[in-house]
């Protein structure tokens, strides 16, 4: 089992940043790739980003491909989403996800634990 826990959210006006944290116990956080994904009211749960159990590897959505950065501190068991020059389609609650092994995914159903969430609103 791999809990994770969210946090970093809120409001920012179009053009700010927010950095995004995913805290990550009960098993070894580098045997874990980890992703980001978004879900919008009204909308599917959509990818954002995805990082391999290394941090060698990342993948972005062509939506937030040059304004968001996935990250990994796998001593701190910490995953991270910098998000610049944010939109406001870029509101939705944010949860990052993690699956064993070192390939990284860019689908809902190919991860094995998620977090809770956290709300991120841009206004305009």
């Known amino acids: 089992q791999v809990q994770l826990v969210e946090s970093g959210g809120g409001l920012v006006q179009a053009g700010g940043s927010l950095r995004l944290s995913c805290a990550a116990s009960?098993?070894?956080?580098?045997?874990?790739?980890m992703g980001w994904f978004r879900q919008a009211p009204g909308r599917e749960r959509e990818f954002v980003a995805s990082?391999?159990?290394?941090?060698?590897?990342?993948y972005y959505a062509d939506s937030v491909k040059g304004r968001f950065t996935i990250s990994r501190d796998n001593a701190k068991n910490t995953a991270y989403l910098q998000m610049n020059s944010l939109k406001p389609e870029d509101t939705a609650v944010y949860y990052c996800?993690?699956?064993?092994?070192?390939?990284?995914?860019?689908?809902?159903?190919?991860?094995?634990?998620w977090g809770q969430g956290t709300q991120v609103t841009v206004s305009s």
């Open positions: 990082i391999s159990w290394s941090g060698g590897s990342t």
């Open positions: 996800a993690a699956v064993f092994g070192p390939t990284t995914l860019t689908i809902v159903a190919g991860y094995d634990y």
């Open positions: 009960g098993r070894t956080f580098s045997s874990y790739a």
